[in-house]
């Protein structure tokens, strides 16, 4: 069977200058050298948006995706932070890699009151959509269904420019705008995953849910590039075909030559195709920005190429399941439920609980965005010398 999509990087125009990494390499040995132990911090804060691969708590058990209802509960949060923090993993996600690698705190998630927010939001939340929540109600898909969007997370982060910083938009009120983007990385985790697995089996072409829900991304960052956001990262769709719930559901039969889910594969290549058609119109459209694509997909498939090299054993099961089968997940066993348990060692695990993933491959993943050179467009390496010649 012919391979359905190209799995290869795209390759980047950028390179890195000289300079760029003298800079770099400069950075590491103040930081090391300093007997001072101040951290170097490029960004003062980090905005993130996105759903469960981002969210680092705007979800409880109670009020996240079905099918996934015990995010409050152990085992999640075992590996790292040894009790559930309501993220879907073991451990941290990207975002806190992330978080980590820019020598800030973790993000605290948008909806706790209590939190200090000086250093970032995370905007996240677990089961939001790209496309509005009236679309899927009116097209009865609603069951049960996480009523956020990327718009809702849109909103509450207008709500605290306003309130917190006076900031509208880079037009009317744009020194307090620049005061809040000239020392922010916006992180756009992926979104629209849940869009199309909401939609499966439903009336509505899958072609209809890609166009809206690459409109609906397109709005959002149009609306934070007007604001002044200067450095951006967009995560593009992880391969869906791969995660241990569409293996499950899917018939045998329906898997590319990864061994997983052609169909569902295909979806989100053909989204990220299309995302990275609307980055390159942002570029031109706004030459002061620096966006980068994140590719999640193929360094996703990095990791399953070459697993053995980060001590990942099982690509498709789930550590966190039931019932020991193939897969070891069971739809009405979930993760966290009593009658679930959860592995010897999930750092040897791509998948956390059949949707989500482990810290071990989310370290992974963040390891090959931000330490390496291929799956970042413009690298990482890129943003970060762009912001310390800006000051
Ligand atoms: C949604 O369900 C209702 C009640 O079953 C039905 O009348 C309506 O036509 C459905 N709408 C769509 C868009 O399928
Ligand atoms: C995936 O997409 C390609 C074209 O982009 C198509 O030829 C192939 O049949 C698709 N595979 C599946 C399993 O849908
Ligand atoms: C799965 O295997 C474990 C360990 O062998 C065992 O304790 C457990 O009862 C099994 N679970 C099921 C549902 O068969
Ligand atoms: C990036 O590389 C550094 C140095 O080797 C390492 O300490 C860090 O953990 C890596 N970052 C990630 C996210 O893996």
Redesign the pocket.
Known sequence: MAIPFKISAPHTTLTITTTTTILLLCLVCAADQSTIHRPIRPFRSVYAFGDSYTDTGNTRSDSGPSGFMFVSNLPYGRTFFRRPTNRYSDGRLVIDFVAQTLSLRFLPPYLDPKADKSSGVNFAVAGSTAIVHSFFSKNNMSLNITPQSIRTELDWFDKLLLEGKGCRDSVTTPEECARVFNDALIWAGEIGANDYAYSFGSSVPTKTIQELAINSVTSFLEALLKKGAKYVVVQGLPPTGCLTLSMYLAPSDDRDSFGCVGSVNNQSYAHNVALKAKLRLFRKQFPKSTIVYADYYNAYLDVIRNAEKYGIKNLYGVCCG???GTY?FDYF?ACGSP?S?SCGNPNEYVNWDGVHLTEAMYKAVADLFLNGTTYMQPPFSYLLSKKLKSG
Do not use: P
Request: charge should be neutral; charged fraction near 0%.
């Open positions: 039931y019932g020991n070891n066993h009658s348990t």
